[in-house]
T-cell receptor
């Protein structure tokens, strides 16, 4: 069974630009969560979607947004990029609960 | 403000010996705790969890201990194997929710 896929894997942007990251969950998984990982900070929760609805939201500014489509695929958008947005962005999909959460390999974003 | 802290960024242990990873949390509302393991270029994978109604949970070589009064949990790996070399993240949530708070991770190196 295919795992969680994230595209693109690597991305370079400049300050002020916007970026859209994509996540395809494991077939049948309806929950998709997004995390930001930076050195020394661990993973920080961005948001979680279930059946196209945002169920949970972390403490990130409004520049970070997301959505989920009817096929459970999810996108995350960051507008007006800042240098501090450089990070590994991880997506995870789940069938039942956080224990059954499977992570993708991440998208590494570099903001110059 | 980081609510989950892993104060040891790295740990080196000899093969066959015990690895002990520690995690402290500040939010007394947390009642569900998980450990994840992450290899380079891969997303984290779920390892073991414990709810606040227990003080110990065991799964093969992995045991998690929870001390609610001290707001402290630890992961014991016995015996340590070379394949255990990875980054280990501690995470916590309120009510087994997807909104997980992660620690910064501990890099474990198992020496032959």
């Amino acid at each position: 069974k295919a795992g969680v896929t994230q595209t693109p894997r690597y991305l370079i942007k400049t300050r002020g630009q916007q970026v859209t990251l994509s996540c395809s969950p494991i077939s049948g998984h309806r929950s998709v969560s997004w995390y930001q990982q930076t050195p020394g900070q661990g993973l920080q929760f961005l948001f979680e979607y279930f059946s196209e609805t945002q169920r949970n939201k972390g403490n990130f500014p409004g520049r970070f947004s997301g959505r989920q489509f009817s096929n459970s695929r999810s996108e995350m958008n960051v507008s007006t990029l800042e240098l501090g947005d450089s990070a590994l962005y991880l997506c995870a999909s789940s069938l039942l609960d956080p224990e059954t959460q499977y992570f993708g390999p991440g998208t590494r974003l570099l903001v110059l | 403000d980081q609510q989950v802290k892993q104060n040891s960024p790295s740990l080196s242990v000899q093969e066959g010996r015990i690895s002990i990873l520690n995690c402290d949390y500040t939010n007394s509302m947390f009642d569900y705790f998980l450990w994840y393991k992450k290899y380079p270029a891969e997303g984290p994978t779920f390892l073991i969890s414990i709810s606040s109604i227990k003080d110990k949970n065991e799964d093969g070589r992995f045991t998690v201990f929870l001390n609610k009064s001290a707001k402290h949990l630890s992961l014991h790996i016995v015996p340590s194997q070379p394949g255990d070399s990875a980054v280990y993240f501690c995470a916590a949530s309120v009510g087994n929710d997807y909104k997980l708070s992660f620690g910064a991770g501990t890099t474990v190196t198992v020496r032959a």
